[in-house]
């Protein structure tokens, strides 16, 4: 097929495509990498957290590593708080969560996690629905206390 370098670009952006080669002209590919699909819901959950990080006073970032040593990343947190939110993948082709060793990563970087002050909400694709539900009720619990 011969695309545009621009609907290339279209293809991989909307994850219909994961990844193209270009042959230049004097002969070797180039290979370009594979882009990440991401999951519908974790889309859902970032915006659904950008309206709630409106409402709140405490700022929500993505991708936030909270252990130095280990380089282990929350998908969402709330650092003030000491609040994480994880979408466990486990629909995806090739999930690590899934493996007996990936689970055995994911509970060591809970249980460090746990043993640091954070609280770890996850989630999977039957109820990642639930995420402000429950950041409301954490919250309601940090007011009181």
């Known amino acids: 097929m011969n695309w545009t370098i621009a609907e290339i670009e279209k293809r991989l952006a909307a994850g219909t495509i994961r990844s193209y080669e270009v042959m230049n002209k004097a002969g070797p590919v180039v290979k370009v990498p594979k882009v990440k699909k991401e999951a519908k819901q974790v889309s859902w959950i970032r915006e659904q957290l950008q309206h709630f990080e409106g409402l709140l006073k405490y700022k929500v970032e ?84």
Not at 72 to 84: M, Q, Y
Not at 105 to 111: A, F, G, L, P, R
Not at 122 to 139: E, H, S
């Open 62 to 145: 993505e991708e936030y590593r909270f252990h130095k040593k280990r380089k282990w990343r929350f998908d969402f947190a709330i650092p003030e708080l000491k609040i994480a939110i994880e979408y466990e993948g486990l629909n995806s082709e090739k999930s690590g969560h899934t493996t007996l060793k990936g689970y055995t990563s994911d509970t060591e970087k809970y249980n460090e996690a746990q043993q640091l002050g954070w609280k770890v909400i996850r989630y999977t694709v039957l109820n990642y629905n639930n995420v402000i539900i429950d950041l409301r009720l954490l919250l309601a619990e940090y007011i009181k206390g």
